[in-house]
């Protein structure tokens, strides 16, 4: 049946009344099949919501051809706040009225996180009211998450809830915090509105104890709608093992990990979460007329990949990797370049090469992995696999061995972490990863992507020379990608790359800025119309060629509407340079600060004569350094003369 419900732009509150009588605030978008979408407790609010961007984009996505129902927890929110009952069958009973009220006989229902138990309660009690389950992130029970948290967490959720006493304020504010952490591009402080808003600041937490409560491990045997069980891999929240036994409880269901650390499914890659979704409903993605995300004017989504303009070379590599491995020769590519170079770009146009050649794809994400447990990369990479790759006899028997010695692989795994630190544990840890790997590329060629390899640990450096040593004979391509940089790089990481240099199968390629031709080629893409000769030529010497600064010029200018030339420097561009400049010497910015008074160009004889100008000596040693990461270089054909990157590295400075 098809649902009428109010249009993609607005969202109308309607009430529907729970048998006890309490009202339950609720909104219907979208046109299509019914799909509900039960709150993500403990925060549920509406109005909040909706007005959060990212959430209603969200909520939108969810719409593409379906009519998404969402509602308000009784006791959260617009619904009321004062109910006589919160038992999990009052709640069941919440979910009926709203169905009813929209006259649905049947819906698909999406359960996320606390409120899990609800909608397998729903679905075991309600078969003919539940077409298709999705469960996100959740549990029958949260007793079977309590018992695998790790100590430190637990440690923490006892501090947390001493702070409970002192200000509930903040203490929710560190909640949500410590339970699904910050990402770049989301606005904390709209998630901790979220929260406050949802209930008051004294009850959030006796209400977080009635959802723990919640127990829904008797009604799994009787689920018979289609269920798909929805896992954040890397969520320290959850331990895996509960969404495994989760699905294995549920009578043909269908397990997903996705990549990601967050119980929202919306704060990181909402496209891991949405794609297997999509396939679950038997829908294709939505096209961009459903959902628009791109600028008012013509040119790309500004959102969308941007194409690989001057990188033919590049692609000529990857595309010969992959044709290596799928004939059984393995291989391993080494994409280099400073930021904003499009490292990262190229590693996923190696994993849709490597799709389309049949191949599994396997991504690890190294950014922030400082301080993750060894062997960080390659297990994400055995997670994915095992998320994808067919159980054949050999690769249960590697996973089996693996699963005792890789930390953080699986409950119980990686025990002595002070053993692999002895040579005999760390081969034998290397030796059955790689065991492991040639299993799962026996059936199937494997694409291995590793980003940002110069934030790995010690372990995965030393697995990926071992693999590297071993790969010649395996059907197994890799793609790394490395910043180089004496701010970057670690006597480890010098010592993998001497190790690859050596090695016949290893193939490395370093991706450089873009000329004045190949970057008017991006800009024209990026504003919808070739450039002038002069605009054109003023963003090449603010960028020195840097793709993904050129970019960011490009879309700030798209919002000001083409009428002037670039304003300030966007914050994603002072972001990486302010990073790297952290890395230097104070001696060093101040002698980059007076530089950058001189101009983007600058004569060491001039420095020299400038107020608190160090000594011949010190001045080198810092130009020198400075020269290291790229901040600034020599002048072309001026002895003695300098000049920076480009003219926004000089006005962050």
Known sequence: MNVSAGHLEQAEIRYARAPDGVRIAFFAVGHGPPLLMLPILPMSHLEIEWQFEQFRDFMLRLAAGHTLIRYDSRGLGVSDRDPPDHSLESHLLDVLAVLDELGIESSDVFAPSYAGPIGMAFAARHPDRVNRLILWCTHPNYGSVAERLAADRVAQRAALFNLVQVDPSLAIQTYIHHAIDWFPGVDASELSRLALQTISPERFFPQLDIYAAFDATEDLASIRAPTLVLHPADFQGSDVAVARALADSIPGSRLVLTRGTSAVPFLEDADAFLHPLDEFLGRPPPSSATVDHSDPVSGWDVEARWPLIGRERELGIIRSSVASAVRGSGAVCLVGGAPGTGKSRLLEEAAAIGKEAGALVAVADNEGAHFAPAMWCWTQVAREIDTHALGSEQLRAARAILSRLLPGYAPGSGQSPDAVDSNTSQFLLLDSTHAYLRAAAADRPLVIILDDIHQADDSSLAMLAHLAHHISGLRIAVFAAVEQSEATSSPSLRRTLVQLTRQPAV???????????????????????????????????????????????????????????????????????????????????????????????????????????????????????????????????????????????????
Do not use: C
């Not at 193939?507 to 504003?527: I, K, S, Y």
């Not at 060629?545 to 009428?563: K, V, Y």
């Open 507 to 653: 193939r490395r390629t370093t991706l450089g800025n873009f000329d004045l031709p190949a970057l008017g080629d991006l800009m024209t893409g990026v504003v919808g119309q070739p450039l002038e000769p002069e605009t054109l030529e003023q963003i090449y010497e603010d960028t020195g060629g840097n793709p993904f600064f050129a970019i960011e010029l490009g879309r700030q200018w798209r919002r000001q509407g083409r009428s002037t030339a670039p304003g300030p420097l966007p914050e994603s561009v002072k972001g990486i340079v302010l990073e790297r400049l952290a890395d230097l010497s104070p001696e060093t910015l101040a002698l980059l600060e007076q530089a950058a008074v001189i101009g983007r160009e600058f004569d060491l004889s001039l420095l020299r004569i400038m107020p608190r100008s160090p000594h011949d000596a010190d001045l080198l040693a810092a130009i020198e350094q400075a020269e290291r990461i790229g901040i600034v270089r020599d002048s072309p054909g001026k002895q003695g003369s300098y000049e920076f990157a480009n003219a926004l590295t000089r006005n962050t400075v």
